[in-house]
């Protein structure tokens, strides 16, 4: 096997096949559940999974605030209130989730 930079050459094409599937499993639907990375031994891979689920997670967790916050508003919260809620200031949550 021929070593490059960032491992041997059997490695890179690991990761480009584990890259692959992230991207299938990305694409197939809009929020992607979390894989579990348990069973792979391949710690770099298991490093890669846990990167692709923190886009996941967090991806989701933006849409969901999006909803609860605009929920909130309808409501009649008012923006220092929600902003407690999240712990920063009501001109903070004003400037990212007013349309």
Known sequence: MT?????????????????????????????????????????GARLKRLVYQKRVFERENKRQTRIIVDELRRRGTSWNAIGELMNISGEAVRKQYSQ
């Open 3 to 43: 070593d490059t930079p960032h491992g041997t050459a059997a490695d890179l094409s690991y990761y480009e096949r584990l890259g692959e599937q992230i991207d299938m499993d990305m694409t197939a639907t809009e929020y992607p559940e979390p894989t579990d990375i348990s069973d792979d031994p391949n710690p």
